[in-house]
């Protein structure tokens, strides 16, 4: 059956076009438990800024002919010594996956276009009924995919992982995978052409081959019902032929053991009441069981944490109780490398440094991150807030950028959600009232509802002052009713006054909601002293979190906050000479590691809080 259904794909895809445009799979979930081959390391590149390889000279895609007589992903070697072959992935330098290409590459720094990468690999299928799904962490902004000679697809969005299906173009040997990643800034995108961090372009993820049975379990949920302590549901989704494999939950530590069968579409949806007494995930106790799924001869583990997270009044309630967010701003960026973060070890740099601020919550800011940072957190008891990257002002008019904002958002959601650490979907950051806008953002919070009833929906919001009172700060906007958590982003004292400003001001916050105040901070050089009324200096920036965070403290549904930054980072808009150099000096910590002497007032901060919330 396998054989024929293959042979007739070669035969449709010789008649009518030998580009073979798959079309993305549905995600696959829960990859680093799964059967993979790695293909990160050392890949072949080719810069592109005028697209050659993509256009012909009448500028068509080639990848869109009958029949191709050009293109890059063709991946031609001259046949003879007459053969023109303008191109050689062979004679091309190579450049680490996953990585971004700027830091690799100094002619690269400011590049904003294409980038062609090639690996060649080997590959046997342990069992010949398996299939193979090549899957991608993330590739800055857009990933054009083709493998042997046929394009597999085309993903948009730079922060979000994406997969193919290749069982039937895989070869035992000497396999040819191509992609071209473009990070061109779009006006239509999401994020679009104006933002404050630098566009890392490239395959800034893991790369592997993804092994699975011809019915396999492709995605899940598993956790704990929203208001029940006592309900563990969720649903499995199988994908092949035989959808109707009866599906069993296992989760041993918990004498759980379920099986459900599923409906003619593969979805299993399950509902488990009865269980030993459970260990609550929390900062405090960051307790994962293993939970076996398992179908046919397939065996899928994963290592759950089960919490719940709720809104109510102006309380956020972990497990029912009273919590404080004492969190903290990051972008994915290692200061120290200067380049997108992407791995464990630098996971492990980044939640060491939260550690020692004494933080129990992080905001990934503004795009989804890696995976590794998202999993080790839930290791290490450190809840997060992700964001879909719907930044400042982007084409709120426009259908295709609602829809490319919200599959960025399913493709995170799809990937996070058995993840009890994440409590936060934030939908966007400082984005302008308005009629389109306020809908779009709506759009958002239905859709990221429909998807997950379980965890709480914010948006970092903006504050303005009321109409002839500057010193009353007000935070009043439409998405404010509709999210759970109000969380706003205030510069008091940076681009909003001097620090002393703080003292005089008053807020005026009518929502019955929880409060968190998603970004305060301002700029410091690390290493430059002088008094706390001299800008750029490790003291200024102390003496203006000591301000923030006595005025914070006042507002009465202050349930948290994650002021920008814990490290200094890139950004093409930070131009001062000796001071920023293009970076944002907003972090806590500078790109040499060195701790700057706000680090030390928000520590103390955080330790005060920490006792008061125990
Ligand atoms: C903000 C933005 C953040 C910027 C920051 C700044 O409000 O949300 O992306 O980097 O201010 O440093 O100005």
């Not at 001299?534 to 003291?539: A, K, N």
Request: hydrophobic share 35%; charged share 25%.
């Amino acid at each position: 059956m396998m054989k024929f259904k293959k042979s007739l794909v070669f035969i449709l895809l010789t008649a009518v076009s030998p580009i073979w445009a798959m079309g993305q799979s549905s995600l696959i979930t829960n990859v680093v438990n799964r059967n993979t081959y790695s293909l990160n390391g050392k890949w072949k590149y080719i810069v592109d800024p005028y697209e050659t390889g993509y256009y012909d000279y009448r500028y068509q895609p080639y990848d869109a002919a009958s029949k191709p007589w050009g293109g890059f992903f063709l991946d031609k070697v001259p046949q003879d010594k007459n053969d023109l072959v303008e191109y050689s992935f062979d004679k091309s330098p190579v450049i680490n996956v996953p990585g971004d290409w700027n830091s690799q590459n100094t002619k690269l720094w400011y590049y904003e276009g294409s980038v062609w990468y090639r690996r060649k690999f080997d590959y046997k299928k342990s069992s010949d009924a398996n299939r193979v799904f090549v899957h991608f962490g993330a590739a800055n902004y857009q990933a054009d995919v083709y493998l042997n000679g046929y394009k597999l697809g085309q993903h948009i969005g730079g922060f979000t992982p994406f997969n193919y299906e290749v069982t039937s173009l895989l070869k035992d040997k000497d396999n040819s995978l191509i992609v071209k990643v473009d990070n061109k800034r779009k006006r239509d995108g999401v994020p679009t052409l104006n933002t404050d961090w630098w566009n890392f372009g490239g395959i800034t993820r893991d790369v592997e081959l993804i092994e699975v049975p011809s019915t396999f379990i492709q995605d899940y949920t598993i956790q704990l019902q929203q208001h029940n302590m006592n309900n563990i549901s969720g649903f499995v989704q199988l994908n092949g032929d035989s959808l109707q494999h009866p599906v069993t939950i296992n989760i041993p530590e918990l004498k759980i053991s379920t099986t459900v069968k599923p409906d003619a579409g593969g979805r299993a949806d399950f509902s488990i009441s009865k269980f030993r007494h459970m260990s609550y995930w929390s900062p405090e106790n960051p307790k994962l069981y293993d939970v076996v799924i398992s179908q046919g001869n397939e065996q899928l583990q994963d290592q759950i944490g089960f919490r719940t997270i709720e809104a109510r009044k102006t309380e956020i309630l972990l497990n029912g109780k009273p919590i404080f967010l004492r969190g903290i701003s990051l972008h994915e960026e290692n200061p120290m490398r200067g380049a997108r973060a992407y791995s464990e070890e630098d996971a492990r740099t980044f939640l060491t440094w939260a550690k020692q601020l004494n933080c129990n919550f992080m905001r990934l800011a503004h795009y989804p991150h890696n995976e590794h940072m998202i999993r080790m957190a839930e290791k290490m008891g450190i809840m997060l807030w992700e964001e879909d990257p719907v930044y400042w002002t982007i084409e709120w008019d426009n259908p295709d950028t609602y829809k490319n904002a919200e599959n960025q958002l399913t493709e995170l959601i799809t990937r996070d959600k058995n993840r009890a650490n994440v409590i936060i979907w934030s939908l966007a950051n400082e984005t302008p009232p308005g009629a389109a806008r306020n809908k779009f953002l709506k759009g958002l919070a239905d859709h990221a509802r429909s998807m997950d009833s379980t965890r709480l929906i914010s948006a970092a919001l903006e504050k303005h002052t009321k109409k002839g009172e500057p010193l009353v700060q007000v935070v009043e906007d439409p998405v404010a009713d509709f999210v759970d958590v109000v969380s706003f982003n205030e510069y008091l004292g940076w681009y909003d006054g001097t620090p002393e400003k703080c003292k005089k001001v008053s807020w005026e916050i009518k929502y019955d909601k929880p409060v968190v105040i998603s970004e305060f901070g301002g700029g410091a050089l690390y290493g430059k002293h002088g008094d706390k009324n001299t800008r750029w200096t490790e003291e200024y920036q102390a003496e203006l979190y000591k301000q923030n965070l006595d005025m914070l403290l006042k507002i009465p549904q202050f349930r948290g906050t994650t002021p920008w930054i814990l490290a200094d980072f890139h950004s093409p808009r930070r131009l001062l000479p000796d001071i920023q150099d293009e970076w944002n000096r907003k972090g806590l910590i500078s790109e040499t590691g060195g701790k700057k002497k706000a680090f030390f007032v928000l520590r103390d901060f955080y330790k005060r809080l920490e006792k008061a919330y125990q």
